[in-house]
T-cell receptor, first 112, second 115 residues
Framework: DQQVKQNSPSLSVQEGRISILNCDYT??????FLWYKKYPAEGPTFLIS?????DKNEDGRFTVFLNKSAKHLSLHIVPSQPGDSAVYFC???????????FGSGTQLTVLP | NAGVMQNPRHLVRRRGQEARLRCSPV?????VYWYRQLPEEGLKFMVY????????ESGMPKERFSAEFPKEGPSILRIQQVVRGDSAAYFC?????????????FGPGTRLTVL
């Protein structure tokens, strides 16, 4: 039972363009969402988060959008850079549980 | 940069042996989480510990797996009598306060291979 889904296993984008990574969730108890980036043979690195009381959070080139009614969030990277090439994981948490529930990841490749 | 440290980075065991994975959290963090990542999958929560206490072990297999976070020293994830299905990357994360919105910082992981 996948409570957090990333339906696109891979995405290729040209350098300088926008990358949009999508994530859907089914558990309505989730109220905090995060994006992590992961390079091969390394641990996930925290990128950006959003609380369910907001619909947008921005940090430099990274913006996360949350649509609670659709149970959908997305990560926008503008402009995309070759160093952004990595696996991106969406994760969710609820106020009552500290554990993070992860999606299966999307491999982003930014082409020079 | 005293981030989360995990050792060993790679561990090879034969079926039936024991595996011990160590995690030193970020300095000052007293909350530790263990996750497992199987090939081609996302990370799956296993256990959440504070110093000397297991808070949530709902993701831990009922047999062969145990975890501890003693007052002094690293957190240990112990797998007894390993089987091939235990082969995975095991990640430890730590946070300062343990709240659901408290960012978890991950270590580089231990890649366990069971022959």
């Amino acid at each position: 039972d996948q409570q957090v889904k990333q339906n696109s296993p891979s995405l290729s984008v040209q350098e300088g363009r926008i990358s949009i990574l999508n994530c859907d969730y089914t558990n309505s108890m989730f109220d905090y969402f995060l994006w992590y980036k992961k390079y091969p043979a390394e641990g996930p690195t925290f990128l950006i988060s959003i609380s369910s009381i907001k619909d947008k959070n921005e940090d430099g080139r990274f913006t996360v959008f949350l649509n609670k009614s659709a149970k959908h969030l997305s990560l926008h990277i503008v402009p995309s850079q070759p160093g952004d090439s990595a696996v991106y994981f969406c994760a969710a948490a609820s106020g009552s549980a500290r554990q993070l529930t992860f999606g299966s990841g999307t491999q982003l490749t930014v082409l020079p | 940069n005293a981030g989360v440290m995990q050792n060993p980075r790679h561990l090879v065991r034969r079926r039936g042996q024991e595996a011990r994975l160590r995690c030193s959290p970020v300095k000052g963090h007293s909350h530790v989480y263990w996750y497992r990542q199987l090939p081609e999958e996302g990370l799956k929560f296993m256990v959440y510990l504070q110093k000397e206490n297991i808070i949530d072990e709902s993701g831990m297999p009922k047999e062969r797996f145990s975890a501890e976070f003693p007052k002094e020293g690293p957190s240990i994830l112990r797998i007894q009598q390993v089987v091939r299905g235990d082969s995975a990357a095991y990640f430890c994360a730590s946070s300062a306060r343990g709240g659901a919105t408290d960012t978890q910082y991950f270590g580089p992981g231990t890649r366990l291979t069971v022959l």
